[in-house]
């Protein structure tokens, strides 16, 4: 009788790169295939529940609300009801901002602005009723730096201009340096929100560009949520600035990169950390394949160029500046006035220098109409402002009223909306911020793109593909309601999030699939029974006739 052979082990190759390197770094390190069973139960079960939660939920809403659906629209057969666990409540979040934008009642508001004159140079100053002004908690305030009504301003300034030679004293002033670190590498999210913004290009572009230029060994594996290196490619990260190096355009910043020395502690540094990768690092430039970069479309060089550019970042000091914030006190009442000058770029050689015109960075609270005024000098204009000191009397030109007013919360565009899925429905766009966020966001960077895409075609949202702003179409909005008066949950961004983070305990083992199955099920039939059980079609009636008043053409 024949001897039977022994069954050979079978392993599984994890890769970050379509290189030679790569792929025989993976061939070597192969893992046996019962290393992944929990990632592999994990995403099993993310098949199951997208299944269960879409075709049950998607037919008992279409089966019980169709009807009314279709009347609405008036419709020549029965409207489908398309929902699912990730699609639905990113469409929530589309439209609670859209109803937030209808809902904003602008409220003006009058500022008092002092011009003050150094020499040949003039600034601008801003007042605030802080302690020990005639206005202090006043309640003829907007916020502390402004008046409900134009009349309190302007009798203000009829006080502070109570005599032809106006001068004001320097009350205050104060000299620091500021240090910006360069960002964290690129995660797939953060590239489709800087395409977004800068390139006009949908997450959906942009990421068949990242994809391409992988497939093409420029860069690293795309779907990544990671913004960090592992400890394994910090160390062999010469490699990757070597072949760099043998582009024309990138080949100086690699030679300051080799002096400064800082690539041989990059695995030190906040770029490095392996606790914060789960599957794959960052998306960088793998140092190789250029010869196809000339057969690739002009804006799929673009985005390379940004990820090799934000790869060089990483390796640069923080950019340095200059910061004067400077009180002015006239008549009891002080005017406020902060600048600022950049004297290292550090970073920004590699990613772009801001402009060097005289320029103001003005952060505004949209809901409550508050600004802080930073001026931004060229290294002239800064000198006089700096020469500048405490007692100092400054003549002033005039006092004045600008008027302003709040503005309305921003809609989503496809990079901020993928941002905000990322942050479990929380727009944060802080960079810094982002990154200190722990948890799972809702979907994952592989699915995000194609969710908002699906959302686009079934004609639930619209995308304008110039501006990339996203809204709701009338019968998203009417799926809204649908869902909002029956599974509610379904439009909750933390409760989707919690669904995600319940898959990742999974893969790492700390619950079984069985718990998660159990969990699954008693949801889905539980809000099955709702549906059956609900009685909204006349409340529905009336939510879509309000909803056409704001779809009419």
């Known amino acids: 009788m024949a001897q039977v052979p022994a069954e050979k082990e079978r392993r599984r190759v994890w890769i970050d790169s379509q290189t030679e390197e790569e792929i025989l770094r993976g061939i070597r390190e192969a893992k046996p295939l019962s290393e992944y069973d929990n990632l592999s139960d994990a995403a099993y079960l993310r098949a199951k529940e997208d299944y269960l939660m879409g075709i049950n939920f998607s037919r008992a809403l279409t ?101 032809e030679r106006m001068t004001a004293v320097i009350e205050k002033l104060e000299k620091k340096k500021e240090r910006k670190n360069p960002p964290l590498l690129f995660n797939l999210a953060e590239l489709q929100n800087e395409c977004s913004r800068s390139f006009k290009i949908s997450p959906d572009e942009t990421l068949q560009i990242v994809q391409e230029l992988y497939e093409k060994k420029l860069v690293t594996y795309p779907r990544t949520d990671a913004r960090v290196l592992s400890a394994a490619v910090a160390k062999e990260i010469t490699g990757n600035l070597g072949g760099l190096a043998t582009q024309a355009q990138y080949l100086e910043y690699v030679k300051e990169i080799k002096e400064l020395g800082s690539y041989a502690t990059i695995g030190k540094s906040r770029y490095t950390d392996d606790k914060q990768i789960t599957d794959h690092y960052a998306i960088i430039p793998t140092g190789q394949g250029f010869s196809a970069l000339s057969g690739v479309s002009p804006t799929a060089r673009k985005v390379y160029d940004r990820i090799v550019r934000r790869f060089l970042s990483i390796f640069y000091p923080p950019a340095e500046y200059q910061k004067i ?229």
């Not at 057969?77 to 809902?103: D, N, Y």
């Not at 006043?138 to 300034?157: I, M, T």
């Not at 949950?489 to 700390?510: C, D, F, M, Q, R």
């Open 325 to 553: 914030s400077i009180v002015m006190k006239r008549n009891g009442e002080q005017f406020f006035a902060t600048f600022k000058v950049l004297e290292n770029p550090g970073y920004l050689k590699a990613v772009g220098q801001p402009d060097a015109k005289n320029s103001s960075e003005e952060k505004k609270d949209s809901d409550k109409g508050e600004k802080e005024t930073e001026t931004v000098l060229d290294a002239g204009s800064f000198e006089a402002i700096k020469a500048l000191k405490k007692g100092m009397e400054l003549p002033v030109r005039e006092f004045a009223v600008k008027e302003g007013e709040t503005s309305p919360p921003k809609r989503y565009n496809s990079g901020t909306l993928i941002l905000a899925m990322e942050n479990a429905g929380q727009l944060i766009e802080d960079e810094d911020l982002r990154a200190q966020i722990k948890g799972s966001g809702i979907g994952t960077s592989a699915t995000r793109a194609e969710i908002l895409n699906k959302l686009v075609k079934i004609q639930y949202l619209k995308l304008n593909k110039k501006t990339q702003i996203v809204t709701p179409h009338l019968l998203g909005e009417m799926i809204y309601e649908v869902v909002n008066a029956s599974i509610r949950s379904l439009l909750n961004a933390e409760l989707t999030a919690s669904w995600e983070k319940g898959l990742t305990y999974v893969a790492e083992g700390n619950i079984s699939e069985q718990e998660y199955m159990q969990k699954l099920e008693a949801f889905v039939t539980k809000n099955t029974n709702i549906v059956k059980d609900g009685r909204n079609e006349n409340y529905l009636i009336g939510a879509f006739r309000r909803l056409e008043e704001f779809y009419k053409k």
């Open 63 to 163: 089966l019980k609300y169709g009807y009314t659906v279709q009347n609405a629209l008036k419709l020549e057969k029965r409207g489908a009801i398309s929902v699912g666990r990730v699609m639905t409540c990113v469409l929530g979040m589309v439209v609670r901002r859209e109803r937030e934008i209808r809902a904003f009642v602008k409220t003006p508001f009058y500022r008092v602005l002092g011009s003050f004159l150094t020499g040949e140079q003039e600034f601008s100053g801003e007042w605030r009723a802080v302690e020990g002004s005639e206005y202090f908690q006043s309640p003829l305030l907007y916020k502390e730096n402004g008046f409900k009504k134009e009349e309190d301003a302007r009798k203000l300034v009829e006080e502070l201009s109570d005599n």
